[in-house]
Every structure is written in C-alpha cells, then in structure tokens.
C-alpha cells in the first residue's frame, strides 16, 4: 500500500497537533488528531495492482458505486453521441483516478465552479470539474472528474501530449467526488445503477470489433 505525496502534509499536520495536544491537554485530547491523521493515511492510499491490459476493455477510472449509465451527446471532445458512466466516490473509497484505456492525452480542460454534493444531479454541471480527452487508434475517451461538497481540489499529475497506459494512476480528487467515463455510443456497457466498482479491475466497457 503506497499514499500520494499530496497527502504527507495532512498527516503530518495532523501528527503535530496530536503532539501538541498531548503536551497541553494529555492523551484524551490527543488522540482525536492521530485518529485524523490515520484516516488521512488511509484516504491518501494508492493501492498496487495489477491491471489486465486489454485494448477491447474499458476499465474503470475510480473505485466507487455507480450513480447511472446514461446516453449523451459530447460535444467538448468526442463530437459524436456517446454513452456516459457516473461513478460516486464516498470518503471510504481509494480516490486516485486510473486510464480506462491505453492511449495519449489530446484535451484538457478545467472549469470553476461550485462544491454541489457530489450525488447531486446538478453536480456534474455546477461543480469544479477536470476533463481529459484520451484517444488511440481506435477510439477517443473523455474522463472527467467533478468535485463534491468536500473537495475543495482536483489534483492532477498529466499534461496535453502525455501518454497513459491502461490503468495508470494520473490524478485525484480530494475529499468525495465524482467521476464520469464517457464513450462512444457504439461501446457495450457491462455496469449498471449501484454496481460497486474499482479503478483499474472493473470492466465497464468492452469496444465492439
């Protein structure tokens, strides 16, 4: 088990406090900060594993619960009609997001906005959002992660032009969110509304030969 850089400082922060308290005000104070500073551990987790690389699959890009499986119209970078998978991301679950699919980064786009709780179905309209445009020689896919009522940042670690691999960690967002896969219309979905689904393992997709 590895935690992102992002989250040293909270833990660290926590861990002063909790020394702090113990000195001012002795044990039972002090273990509020250290408990914080164990979850921020446990939120800023990274867990190893192995992806199944398979260019006909589309794999998850966050763990979570799955909010809706919807047909759209994309205009920001497919162009095309397109069927969209909504992932909600509670406090417990890992919050790094992962590359369904093998391919180059040609659109990113990050927009303003509001702290919307992240079920909200306004939401994914409203809140702060971050995009990414991923296209290979077979298809193009737009990932897009939308911050909740607790995140105040969407971190990522990728620029235009960058090349992922199939399941290869490239950001996150802090503190509950939400994060929409968005394919092409002829793309199979194999998730439906409430199915529990983890970044990297589960298959949502499989593209049509």
Do not use: Q, W
């Given at each position: 088990m590895r935690i992102v850089k992002q989250?040293?400082?909270?833990?660290?922060?926590?861990l002063l406090l909790a020394v702090i308290c113990f000195a001012v005000f002795g044990?039972?104070?002090?273990?509020?900060?250290?408990?914080l500073a164990c979850y921020f551990a446990y939120f800023f987790r990274n867990p190893y594993r192995i992806v199944a690389k398979d260019d006909a699959l589309l794999y998850s890009p966050a763990d979570g619960t799955v909010m809706g499986v919807t047909e759209v119209y994309d205009d920001e970078f497919l162009n095309a009609d397109a069927k969209k998978v909504t992932i909600f991301l509670s406090v417990f679950n890992v919050h790094v997001n992962?590359?369904?699919a093998e391919g180059m980064i040609k659109f990113q786009r990050y927009t303003?906005?509001?702290?919307?709780?992240?079920?909200?179905?306004?939401?994914?309209?409203?809140?702060?959002?971050?995009?990414i445009g991923i296209e290979n020689d077979r298809m193009k896919i737009l990932v897009i992660q939308i911050a909740g009522i607790l995140a105040r940042r969407i971190d990522n670690w990728v620029?235009?032009?960058?090349?992922?691999e199939q399941g290869e960690v490239?950001?996150?967002?802090?503190?509950g969110s939400?994060?929409?896969?968005?394919?092409?219309?002829?793309?199979?979905i194999l998730c439906k509304k409430g199915d529990k689904v983890k970044?990297?393992?589960?298959v949502l997709g499989r593209i049509k030969r």
């Open positions: 989250g040293y400082p909270f833990i660290i922060a926590a044990p039972h104070i002090a273990v509020i900060p250290l408990v992962r590359s369904p303003v906005g509001n702290y919307l709780p992240a079920f909200n179905k306004n939401a994914a309209f409203e809140n702060e959002r971050f995009a620029n235009l032009g960058n090349h992922l490239y950001g996150m967002i802090k503190f939400c994060t929409e896969l968005i394919v092409p219309a002829d793309v199979e970044g990297g393992i589960t």
